[in-house]
């Protein structure tokens, strides 16, 4: 069983359009978080879910939102989609915020 | 947030031993030293963490110096599967947030 899954695993829209990535972890975890990988391969978090609350966001445009309507899944909704959203988005979850964080396979979004 | 610095990348050959190094010259006290790993295509796996004194897990080793300011990771054996990039993250105890710098590429020769 995957531990840390996201759907879809690829994403190919237009400039403008709203999109949305799903995650959900079968661990059991309380913490998950959202990650952005660019072409440079950096990787950096985004925003974080405690028991469904925020205690990670970091400077994300606000069209971006995440939401967490349990503590198993956290979803990833992007508004008016720009050409430098372009990148993987990692979905990861953790016991507790300072636990060993277990990562999904990637959604690799392109904006055209 | 405290800053690492890694190689840009390292090459080994199958079945060596493989030292990572991560200097961290201004980590504080408090800081934990985290190393992940990312294969090819894949989303980030964590390897081993530590405070101060060495440790150790089924993965690898890791090597903490006595100053703190530095750390080493350790493969006992490197395998094929073990090419990845690896990343060491400080991650003060009061904050949640890891900071992934840009990793070492670890090629492991057949």
């Known amino acids: 069983d995957t531990a840390v899954s996201q759907t879809p695993k690829y994403l190919v829209t237009q400039m403008g359009n709203d999109k949305s990535i799903k995650c959900e972890q079968n661990?059991?975890?309380?913490?998950m978080y959202w990650y952005k990988q660019d072409s440079k391969k950096f990787l950096k978090i985004m925003f974080s879910?405690?028991?469904?609350?925020?205690?990670i966001n970091e400077t994300v445009p606000n069209r971006f939102s995440p939401k967490s309507p349990d503590k198993a899944h956290l979803n990833l909704h992007i508004n008016s989609l720009e050409l430098g959203d372009s990148a993987v988005y990692f979905c990861?979850?953790?016991?507790?915020?300072?636990?060993?964080?277990?990562f999904g396979p990637g959604t690799r979004l392109t904006v055209l | 947030d405290a800053k690492t610095t890694q190689p840009n990348s390292m090459e080994s050959n199958e079945e060596e031993p493989v030292h990572l190094p991560c200097n961290h010259s201004?980590?504080?006290?408090?800081?934990?030293i985290h190393w992940y790993r990312q294969l090819p295509s894949q989303g980030p796996e964590y390897v081993i963490h530590?405070?101060?004194s060495n440790v150790n897990n089924r993965m690898a080793s890791l090597a903490i110096a006595e100053d703190r300011k530095s750390s080493t990771l350790i493969l006992h054996r490197a395998t094929l599967r073990d090419a990845a990039v690896y990343y060491c993250?400080?991650?003060?105890?009061?904050?949640?947030?890891?900071?992934f710098g840009t990793g070492t590429r670890l090629k492991v020769l057949a």
């Open positions: 990861a979850s953790s016991q507790g915020p300072r636990g060993e964080q277990f």
């Open positions: 201004t980590i504080s006290g408090t800081d934990y």
């Open positions: 993250i400080l991650r003060a105890s009061g904050t949640y947030k890891y900071i």
């Open positions: 879910y405690n028991n469904k609350e925020l205690i």
């Open positions: 661990l059991g975890h309380d913490t």
């Open positions: 530590g405070l101060t």
